[in-house]
């Protein structure tokens, strides 16, 4: 997953909404949408989310997110020194909630130990919504470093990170861990070199600390290439132990290709003129599923964002730019709320959605190729969908509405 404010990203058509092959299509003799059962439906929260983004816990309630997730995952922790730790202490548990910006409408005290912040607030959105699960995910891209170090002792990185995500003063909000580290054995913002078993290792040694009732599941990677981060690391015998495995469908091109080519970053399946075999979402699933990983505990990644170029002279994708296009917090990256009704799609490739005007092009997915998205992900008999992140959604929730939503 991608800390964008700290650090986004580096990389690595579906046929568009409505051309699903009929062989993916789930039956609905109603003719209408439906919802799809027993599905699981996880969304992202960022720490950092509510300073310049001024996303809250309270906004999971307000914009109807709260009744479709199944579970939050918390982002994120720190990993450094061969330990969990934590990431932003202020906006974790300390940050001051007066009544109107709460929950529940009461305001947090000043008492002496009193839990506030987003894990109070966390706390009181499981009170009203208690089918929720929270999962605290450690790594992301910025601070996946430190996992190298945990992999020379993993049992006492699982010790320390038992003893936070466990701490008395918010044991109850969290329902286990999520590891996302980027990238076991291969090159993220930093280069590992632990081993193809380094990964199932730390998993391992959080599951024997955090035991069989608790959660425990991973981001991975979602490089389908041959000899990719896929084939880098033994991720099929980690998922044994773990509940499910997301890997990151989404950041496969984008501006950190400055001069493209423009290419959607969330493919689903390749089309004509990808710039790297490989790289699209189905390449990922069907590599992970040959390798003994059960679709079921295999969720789909959604992007709650796009990604763009500007100086682009061509509408169809595989066009020249000259950077980055301009974006709220980060340059050639946007929020869906954002960029679909600055600049609304233009055509589909790949099974998602593209927007071409006043020289930018943009890649992302409309609520239409997010409902294709999921019955790809029925037919496949995959275990659900995860998106990053919510405050890229709609104050009425539109985009996790279509995750729900079978097209």
């Known amino acids: 997953m991608r800390i964008r404010v700290l650090a986004v990203a580096a990389a690595m058509a579906l ?19 439906a919802v799809a059962a027993d599905k699981r439906v996880v969304g992202y929260f960022t720490e950092w989310g509510v300073y310049d983004r001024n996303y809250h816990v309270k906004n999971i309630k307000t914009s109807g997110s709260a009744s479709k997730l ?36 009461v305001a947090d005290t000043w008492d002496t130990g009193a839990l506030r912040g987003n ?56 329902d286990g861990i999520d590891i996302d580290w980027e990238y076991p054995n291969a090159c993220g ?11 199932n290792n730390v998993v391992t040694a959080l599951r024997n600390k955090f035991g069989s009732s608790a959660l425990v599941t991973a981001a991975i990677t979602a490089d389908g290439t041959e000899g990719g981060k896929i084939d880098a690391t033994d991720y099929a015998t980690a998922a044994g132990k773990l509940d499910w495995v997301m890997p990151m469908t989404y950041d496969y091109f984008g501006a950190f290709s400055p001069q493209g080519p423009t290419a959607p970053h969330s493919p689903l399946t390749s089309y004509t003129g990808i710039p790297t075999a490989g790289f699209h979402s189905d390449a990922a699933i069907q590599k992970l599923k ?12 959604i992007g709650f964002y ?10 169809a994708p595989g066009g020249s730019a000259t950077g980055a296009a301009p974006g709220k917090y980060e340059a050639g990256i946007e929020d869906l709320k954002l960029i679909s009704t600055r600049c609304p799609s233009t055509g589909t490739v790949g099974g998602t959605a593209y927007a071409f005007c006043n020289g930018q092009w943009w890649g992302y997915d409309t609520p239409a ?17 995860f998106f ?13 509405t279509a995750v729900k939503t079978v097209g």
């Open 119 to 174: 894990f109070n607030q966390l706390r009181k959105l499981k009170r009203e919504f208690p089918n929720i699960k929270v999962v605290w995910s450690f790594g992301g891209w910025t601070w996946s470093g430190g996992f190298t170090e945990a992999a020379k002792n993993p049992a006492a990185f699982a010790d320390s990170c038992h003893a936070l995500v466990e701490d008395p003063r918010w044991a109850d909000v969290f």
């Open 290 to 301: 040959s390798k003994g990983i059960p679709a079921s505990k295999l969720l789909l990644g």
């Open 15 to 33: 046929l568009g909404a409505g051309a699903v092959p009929a062989a993916a299509r789930s039956a609905d003799p109603s003719g209408t949408q």
């Open 306 to 315: 796009g990604r763009g170029w500007t100086g682009v002279t061509q509408a």
């Open 189 to 199: 913002l930093s280069c590992d070199t632990s081993g193809p078993n380094a990964f």
């Open 70 to 105: 199944t579970t939050i995952v918390y982002a994120f922790g720190n990993t450094t020194g061969g330990r969990c730790a934590i990431g932003d202490s202020y906006a974790a548990y300390d940050k001051f909630y007066d009544a109107a910006s709460s929950v529940d409408g």
């Open 388 to 400: 990053w992140e919510l405050s890229g959604d709609t104050a009425d929730g539109t985009l996790i």
């Open 369 to 385: 190729t997010i409902q294709s998205k999921m019955t790809y992900a029925n037919q496949q008999g995959l275990g659900g969908a």
